[in-house]
């Protein structure tokens, strides 16, 4: 069960012995959300979204709260075609202009300042659905809930060194980074093994720009 601010803030005042530090406190588990969260990606933060795209479109919109994309696949009526996620540079350094190319269905995707660009342009209409994770977003009220419960224990433990620092109470600071990092490591575990979608070297640099001949059946079918 997610646990609110309130009761975090309370946990921390609670082994401090402090009533007078709640600002400090709320910052720190901020930061050590946000710390935690740029560490490893919390399958609780894992969003799935569909962005609808038509024909002679380069670019689509992210979803405003994507952080980083896993995933991505061209659904085409009933069929589901994986999209390759590859850098600026890498695409760019083959084919300068994706105006240049003719249109097809896209095949490949990179995100910049939040716009995902398709190559090739696109030559119908068509949903891309993407696997992403999310920004951790701040603790801003009371009620607001930790979006990653597995964290729970990490946070409120990097909230106590970060006040311990903050009154130069350095040795106790440094017993809790370190109860921190070990509470990190078990929602770590608990979180389990994220695998992330890699493409082989070989398949990396195809001759020319036309999707694979095979065609996988939908797996979101009843999603």
């Known amino acids: 069960m997610a646990r609110t601010r309130a009761t975090l803030l309370a946990m921390v005042k609670n082994r ?4 007078d530090k709640d ?19 919390f399958r609780a933060l894992r969003l799935e979204s569909d962005l609808s795209i038509v024909a002679d479109d380069e670019s689509v919109s992210a979803p405003s709260t994507m952080r980083t994309i896993e ?13 390759r996620i590859k850098s600026k540079s890498w695409l760019t350094s083959r084919w300068a202009d994706v105006s240049e190319l003719s249109t097809s269905k896209p095949q490949y995707l990179y995100e910049e300042t939040g716009t995902l660009y398709l190559y090739p342009v696109s030559d119908g209409t068509y949903t ?20 990653v419960p597995l964290l729970d224990s990490a946070i409120v433990h990097w909230a106590t060194a970060y006040l311990y620092n903050a009154t130069e ?55």
Not at 16 to 19: D, E, L, S, V
Not at 130 to 136: M, P
Request: with cysteine; hydrophobic share 40%.
């Open 169 to 223: 109470q350095y040795e106790k600071a440094a017993t809790w980074e370190r109860m921190a990092e070990r509470a990190f490591q078990v929602a770590v575990q608990a979180n389990g093994r994220v695998v992330r979608m890699e493409i082989k070297a070989a398949l990396d640099v195809p001759e020319s720009l036309t999707l694979p001949s095979e065609r996988y059946l939908d797996p979101f079918a009843g999603h």
């Open 16 to 19: 401090t012995a402090r009533t």
């Open 128 to 147: 891309v659905r993407v696997t992403t994770y999310s920004n951790c977003g701040t603790l801003s009220a009371s009620t607001t809930e930790n979006p």
């Open 71 to 83: 995933e991505a696949r061209l659904i085409d009526g009933t069929m589901s075609y994986p999209m």
């Open 23 to 41: 600002s400090v406190i709320i910052e720190g588990l901020d930061l050590g959300l946000e710390e935690f969260t740029m560490r490893h990606e």
